[in-house]
């Protein structure tokens, strides 16, 4: 377990920057979809996750890229083509995703069960 001697401004602390932005609500999906589907298109990706809405998808793709976690690839076609791939980087965080995501699988039940013993206990 990793632990901080001292408290770091979350404006410097590089740790804490990467987590709130993988952390967000749709950016470890965006990652899972790609790793499923490989190189997909806007649509595709938009279809696979069928509650967001376009500005957001845009913004979690150039969020990702930005990151170097994704890649966009644009085609000189009309109408112009563009194609979203995880880059090496974003292929390298899929373990740790898979152990997160098989955790929630494992203990949806008693996450819930616990919510809901709280939830009774404090009306």
Avoid: H
Wanted: net charge positive; aromatic share 4%.
């Amino acid at each position: 377990m990793i632990k901080m001697k001292e408290k770091i401004k979350t404006e410097l602390c590089p740790i804490r920057d990467i987590i709130c932005r993988l952390s967000d609500k749709w950016s470890m999906l965006v990652i899972v979809i790609l790793n499923d589907g490989g190189t997909m298109r806007f649509n595709e990706i938009q279809k696979a996750m069928d509650d967001i809405s376009q500005r957001m998808l845009t913004v979690t793709l150039r969020s990702l890229e930005a990151d170097g976690l994704i890649s966009r690839r644009i085609y000189p076609e009309v109408p112009p083509r563009v194609e979203y791939s995880l880059t090496p980087l974003g292929t390298s965080l899929l373990p740790a995703l898979t152990m997160l995501v098989d955790w929630a699988k494992e203990n949806t039940g008693a996450i819930q069960e616990s919510r809901r013993s709280f939830e009774s206990v404090n009306k």
